[in-house]
């Protein structure tokens, strides 16, 4: 399969503290690509810098082969590369509908509030964004809830909404960052279903993972990192059977 993301040699110092250093990885076309690593690994970080939320502090980032590294979140939007958070990052107040809504606007430059505010003057995309927006609430089984508030929707609705709004964009890669986190042993599993029929949609997914059954589950790959550094990287089989994994993660999780 194709080379989607290649990330090469990535650093980011936030004051004395290396957060990542140098770490590598690619993900493939079609893939399901899992990191894994303890809390303050740097897994985040390395969302932060895929994503555009901020600059690499060293390395390069290329997305179908063109350089990303230093490009603003709604330019890498646009290129087609969208995620979901570790905590949740959902308007409240706003209906399940204008969440997802909003998603697509932050495709364009001016920052979520003025485009809340001012929604594009073309009606035929304003029609499209509204259309796409209701396929992907349908798709998680949210379209009856569209009116609703955000803040009524219970936790695992909130999750699945924060993945419509993503997908919204039309990305052909879709970072997740634990979005199992809270989530039951059935919610889990009803979670990958979900992660595996939206790989059958034609995305390619990048996933942040704690849950062990998420990653031996669907993952295809994954690389595993460390005080910012990528100290594994193969099959989830293979890697959990790596000892400088068990020491590192799994040891320390047990
Ligand atoms: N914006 C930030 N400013 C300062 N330090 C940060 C920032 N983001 C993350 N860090 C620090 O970088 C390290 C890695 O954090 P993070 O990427 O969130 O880890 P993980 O997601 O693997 O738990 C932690 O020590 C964290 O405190
Ligand atoms: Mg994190």
């Known amino acids: 399969m194709p080379l989607l993301l290649e990330v090469n040699q990535a650093s980011k110092i936030f004051g004395g503290l290396k957060a990542l250093d140098g770490v590598s990885m690619e993900v493939r076309e079609g893939e399901i690509f899992g ?41 890498i939007c646009r290129l087609g590369i969208a995620r979901t958070y570790q905590n949740i990052r959902l308007f409240g107040k706003m209906t399940v509908l204008e969440n997802v809504m909003v998603g697509r606007h932050s495709r364009t430059r001016g920052g979520l509030w003025s485009t809340v505010l001012r929604l594009p003057g073309d009606q ?47 990305p052909s890669l ?61 099959p989830p089989a293979e890697v959990r059977a790596n000892p400088r994994v068990i020491e590192a993660y799994l040891g320390r999780e047990a």
């Open 174 to 234: 879709l970072l997740l960052d634990e979005p199992s986190a809270g989530m039951n042993p059935q919610e889990v599993r009803d979670l990958n279903d979900l992660i595996l029929k939206i790989r059958r949609q034609g995305k390619t997914i990048f996933i942040i993972e704690h849950n062990m059954r998420v990653i031996m589950d669907i993952c295809d790959r994954i690389a595993v990192l460390d005080f910012g550094q990528k100290i594994a990287e193969g």
């Open 124 to 170: 035929a995309e304003k029609v499209r964004s509204r259309k796409i927006a209701e396929e992907w609430l349908e798709f998680f089984h949210l379209l009856g809830k569209k009116e609703e508030k955000a803040s009524n929707l219970a936790y695992g609705e909130e999750r699945r909404l924060e993945m419509a709004r993503a997908l919204a964009t039309e």
């Open 35 to 75: 990191l894994i690593g303890p809390n303050g690994a740097g897994k985040t970080t390395l969302f932060n810098l895929v994503s555009g939320a901020l600059p690499v502090s060293g390395g390069r980032i290329f997305f179908r082969q063109k350089e990303i590294s230093l490009l603003p979140d709604y330019r």
